[in-house]
T-cell receptor, first 113, second 112 residues
């Protein structure tokens, strides 16, 4: 079953606006990670938030985690055309003695110059 | 610094032909290694993971196999490709439970 599901599936905004993407999951987690993927490329790790953390910042990125609602959000402030990419959340949980990371289907962000 | 190399970038293979994709990691030792497949416009599906040399775990039954002949080398193989094996294959590594994954640049496989 799908562990991480992003919402919306696609988002189009003007440059300078903020972009918010949400992720919901179903089981308990150790941490939640956000990745970025440019078209046809590998994924780039953006930020990791542990299950005991509620908010984390990295540059123009702000991630929140609500374990009671099993949800996370990624906020990109003052978006730029270069932020155009797909963004994936990934949940890490224990599975058979190793940390299993499950990816969602992603949010496609388009930032219009 | 740690780097991950994955090749080739693109590959077109006929149905029934063999496959070998290679991934190598530099700058770290005893990494956890992973092979993922991404269908067009979809998330990533974990195919195999390895916590050490010769240790391979498969997440889903399929036409593919994986091997780890050296600590920092991970190979994805098939004896006979199917049309359904087409996709974007990504190798990744991690060293512990604290940090995220580092991905390779991916291989676009098209089986014709």
């Amino acid at each position: 079953s799908q562990q991480g599901e992003e919402d919306p599936q696609a988002l189009s905004i003007q440059e300078g606006e903020n972009a918010t993407m949400n992720c919901s999951y179903k089981t308990s987690i150790n941490n939640l990670q956000w990745y970025r993927q440019n078209s046809g490329r590998g994924l780039v790790h953006l930020i990791l938030i542990r299950s005991n953390e509620r908010e984390k910042h990295s540059g123009r990125l702000r991630v929140t985690l609500d374990t009671s609602k099993k949800s996370s959000s990624l906020l990109i402030t003052a978006s730029r055309a270069a932020d155009t990419a797909s963004y994936f959340c990934a949940t890490a949980s224990n599975s058979g003695g190793y940390q299993k990371v499950t990816f969602g289907t992603g949010t496609k962000l388009q930032v219009i110059p | 610094s740690q780097t991950i190399h994955q090749w080739p970038a693109t590959l077109v293979q006929p149905v029934g032909s063999p496959l070998s994709l290679e991934c190598t990691v530099e700058g770290t030792s005893n990494p956890n290694l992973y092979w993922y497949r991404q269908a067009a416009g979809r998330g990533l599906q974990l195919l195999f993971y390895s916590v050490g040399i010769g240790q391979i775990s498969s997440e889903v039954p399929q036409n593919l196999s994986a091997s780890r002949p050296q600590d920092r080398q991970f190979i994805l193989s098939s004896k006979k490709l199917l049309l359904s094996d087409s996709g974007f294959y990504l190798c990744a590594w991690s060293v512990d439970r604290i940090y995220g994954y580092t991905f390779g640049s991916g291989t676009r496989l098209t089986v014709v």
